[in-house]
C-alpha cells in the first residue's frame, strides 16, 4: 500500500514552458487536493477534486489546470511556467464527506521555474 | 486569506518540557485538525477534533477547541528531539470540502 505518491520529486522549468505534475493514490479516496507551499505562506489549495471527472478551484488556481479522468490519479499542470509558481507542491487524498476525514499527504515536487 | 493562524510562528525549547502552540481561525467550521511536517516531508494527520468537542488526547498530545473564541491550542507533553518540525493547524468551513492550512509553527526540541 503506496498510500499517496507524486511524481517527480524535483523539477527544473524555464520561463514558459509546460509539464505535469501527476498525483496518484491507492486508497480508493474520492476526494483529492493539489497544494502549493511557499515559505511563510503555509499550503495554499490550488484545485480539488470530489470525484473522478469532477475538478473545482482552489484558493490560488490561476495558471494552473488539473484533470482527474481516473479516480486515483489527479494531475496538476502548468502551461506556461512562470517564476512566480516556484514552490513545493503537495497532493493529498481523503476520503468522502472531507469534513469529517484527515487527508493523507504525497511526499511533494519542488519545482524552480527560472 | 488565510483561515488558520498559528502562534507563536517559532518556538525552542528543551527536551523533556511541554510544548504549546495556537490557531485561530475566522469562519464556522465542522472541525479542526492539526499536522506535522518534518523537513522536507509531506504532512502528516495528528489529531482531529469536531466542533461539537471541547479537548482530545493521543498519547502525549492534548487538543483543545474553543468556538466561541475560534480558537484552538495543541500541547506536545514531555517533547522529544523527534517532535522537532513544523505543526499546522487545518480547518474545514463549514460547507465546504475545502481544508484551509495555517502558517505554521517550527518546533524545535533541544536534546
Known amino acids: 500500500n503506496a498510500g499517496v505518491t507524486q511524481t517527480p520529486k524535483f523539477r527544473v522549468l524555464k520561463t514558459g514552458q509546460s509539464m505535469t505534475l501527476l498525483c496518484a493514490q491507492d486508497?480508493?479516496?474520492?476526494?483529492m487536493y493539489w497544494y502549493r507551499q511557499d515559505p511563510g505562506m503555509g499550503l495554499r489549495l490550488i484545485h480539488y477534486?470530489?470525484?473522478?471527472?469532477?475538478?473545482a478551484k482552489g484558493e490560488v488556481p490561476d495558471g494552473y489546470n488539473v484533470s482527474r479522468l481516473k479516480k486515483q490519479n489527479f494531475l496538476l499542470g502548468l502551461e506556461s511556467a512562470a517564476p512566480s509558481q516556484t514552490s513545493v507542491y503537495f497532493c493529498?487524498?481523503?476520503?468522502?464527506?472531507?469534513?469529517?476525514?484527515?487527508?493523507?499527504f504525497g511526499p511533494g515536487t519542488r519545482l524552480t521555474v527560472t | 486569506s488565510q483561515q488558520g493562524e498559528e502562534d507563536p510562528q517559532a518556538l525552542s525549547i528543551q527536551e523533556g518540557e511541554n510544548a504549546t502552540m495556537n490557531c485561530s481561525y475566522k469562519?464556522?467550521?465542522?472541525?479542526l485538525q492539526w499536522y506535522r511536517q518534518n523537513s522536507g516531508r509531506g504532512l502528516v494527520h495528528l489529531i482531529l477534533?469536531?466542533?461539537?468537542?471541547r479537548e482530545k488526547h493521543s498519547g502525549r498530545l492534548r487538543v483543545t477547541l474553543d468556538t466561541s473564541k475560534k480558537s484552538s491550542s495543541l500541547l506536545i507533553t514531555a517533547s522529544r528531539a523527534a517532535d522537532t518540525a513544523s505543526y499546522f493547524c487545518?480547518?474545514?468551513?463549514?460547507?465546504?470540502?475545502?481544508?484551509?492550512f495555517g502558517t505554521g509553527t517550527r518546533l524545535k526540541v533541544l536534546a
Open positions: 486508497m480508493n479516496h474520492e476526494y
Open positions: 469562519t464556522s467550521i465542522n472541525n
Open positions: 493529498a487524498s481523503s476520503w468522502i464527506l472531507a469534513a469529517w476525514n484527515e487527508q493523507y
Open positions: 487545518a480547518t474545514v468551513p463549514s460547507g465546504t470540502y475545502k481544508y484551509i
Open positions: 477534533i469536531r466542533s461539537n468537542e
Open positions: 477534486s470530489v470525484g473522478e471527472g469532477t475538478t
